[in-house]
DNA sequence: AATGAATGAGGTTTCATTCAT
DNA sequence: TATGAATGAAACCTCATTCAT
């Protein structure tokens, strides 16, 4: 009777490192697989490359992962921080939601193009495979569910067009950034971000139906 | 540029049939890839699956194949059609322009529910391989040039406005729609047609500032 | 040049085993190789049927070779020393040139008989791709041009007729040599070492014009 | 009961044509593989690069040849002719032997020279093919037992050395002259015909014994 | 914990040969 | 006789994964 109970055999995951040196390989094999990710595409990297990029034996990669999907599923973890577009709530000081939309879409094609290998990176890997997706789309749910609340709360105040379906609402302008966010560091159709974050936050503004005024 | 053909090469790809047979060949393979390329996506499409969906020897698929990007290829140009989302300029016999929106975005998106499996496959291929991220933006470009000189056309007709920067204007709000879309028929998250049409045409609207009463 | 490596190419040589265990490894391969290519030949030879006869996987041959080409290198490394037939210059202990002579001849003649299958390999691999033509012809070179500095030698002490061409004379002589060596030992053709030795040796002494008093 | 009672179930060589345009096809086969053969080598040479240089079917290489060692042979048939350097026996009209070593060494370095690309696909096929070694040493058997004769004849006349092995010199001084023209013109090693005609010529007549004067 | 060699299943690709038209 | 498509055996090669040290 084998002792394991878990739902397969299988490990599928390891444990983690229980010695500084372990720590230590961990993170070197984390930090090689993101960069040969990033170089070669989920699909194209090979653990021989992950492995020889971080200086270990091919071998000492199953001490601390099971597969190619969770040393993916590691990076994204180590880069989570860096991932987050900084929260611009209280950063504006300001309640104009103008101030603040204008902000945050800063904040977040200035993420975007920090990170650009790594968003087409992930834009690759939640295309192929389901599971990612699903992360991804827990993550945007979080930026997008902020957004709701947002419009939600301008169209209270009289603020914004009370017609407009907040979450879909929110979903599309989302879309909107982050697929001209892609449009334009990934796919490289260059593009200056002041006029980027107008125009954007401009239609987004625009399509709300807050007040021209406002404007600055 | 390592997977570009060079001279010296093994000839990279394939002539097309020269009797009726090898067409309805041909036809049986691209189909059958496309079936299996939509059923388990480019990455883990393998040749022998297509083959046998195509009912023909491993063999065969290099008589008019040279390798599975070049079929999928053939793919796209058979699915051409089918993936022009009808033009609906006359079709609404209308000069109204929100009501030409309602009728491109709701034409785009009934597309993209007929072709959702397509649409998946596509963004995972455009994802993975340059060349085919290359082709989707081609595509696109049509579509969102003929967006932007419809944006032009209402700033001077003093119906949009124009401040915008109509070329960004059209990206972004192509992706808006598109990526929506994917997000809908793609990724599941279950919206009705009409709430989606209209939200996206509203939001679009808006953004563009053309002026309300004009809409219903 | 089709065939040579340019720097986008997966690498098209190995890195050496750095255990022992690789190292016998290797040297099983390398000499199942040998086995294999003398039996069947290098056009015929697979790489399964050497790494069964190293009993290794098959994936193992490509830990240390990159194709075919790359272990026949090895095998032609391997056996280099065994190769060259033993030089003779103070074995002899004469300064008499026909003894000098005679010997090298008796020597080569020996080397190849006991070397006949991998001299057969050599031709036909040396025939068959132009790289090891060029091995071959590197190898003979050294032998040619001791003959001819020999010739040059007699011809100075006036012990060789001084209107031959020396090096030219060197080349068709050792072509003599060998050629006769591959009909005798490779092709079948029987005959007596020492009727060969003799008549190769007079005829290469009187075809210089060597003294006849100097022989026996 | 099969009505076919050769050796084998399957025919292994072909019909000859039966109408004109069956032998014009076969001959632009024969003509296609020598032109395929000479630049591609045997081993690389692919039926349908033979085909379809002589611009037939795939399939209609089966109606003349069985395979490529018969078309093989039917190459070397066709050129049978152009192979055998004329024979010098009448056309010198000397007596002198040393006119007519000349004679015969210089047309069949001229026919070398002019068949570099056959001779080096000869090479290549003898060294792979037992049976067309065997063919290429049947062919050679013709012009070295004429040179046996020829010794045995000299020596007869107390014109050459009498102590040697007429039929092993012949052999070895064919070797000698067919070896260097092989270095020469397939190699690649430039020497001037003159010298070379001059050299080897020399050292036949030397080696042979043939006393000096009766040189010209 | 680390090493690097060994494994072999799993795919791709070639091409001589057959076959229906 | 000619065609060219279809075939499938037979190789090649890769690389995630395991294993002995």
Known sequence: MPQSSDETDRADHREPPRTPRGVRTRARLVSAARTVFER???????????????????????????????????????????????QVREVTGSDDPVAVITAGNRAYLESYARNAALMRLLEQVAAIDER????????GRAFTERNA????????????????????????????????????????????????????????????????????
Chains 1, 2, 3, 4 share one sequence.
């Open 132 to 139: 990612f997706a699903e992360v991804r789309w827990q993550r």
């Open 40 to 86: 070669d595409g989920f699909v194209d990297a090979r653990l021989a490359d992950i492995t020889s990029e971080a200086g270990t034996a091919a071998g000492s990669f199953y001490t601390y992962f099971a597969s190619k999907d969770e040393i993916f599923t590691a990076v994204l973890e180590e880069v989570k921080e860096e991932m987050l577009h900084p």
């Open 149 to 216: 609340r947002s419009i939600r709360d301008l169209q209270q105040r009289g603020l914004a067009d009370p017609d407009i379906d907040a979450d879909l609402a929110a979903t599309a302008l989302s879309m909107m950034v982050s697929r001209t966010a892609y449009n334009t560091y990934v796919l490289g159709e260059a593009r200056d971000l002041d006029t980027l974050t107008d125009t954007l936050t401009r239609l987004w503004v625009n399509a709300l139906g807050i007040p021209e005024r406002v404007l600055a």
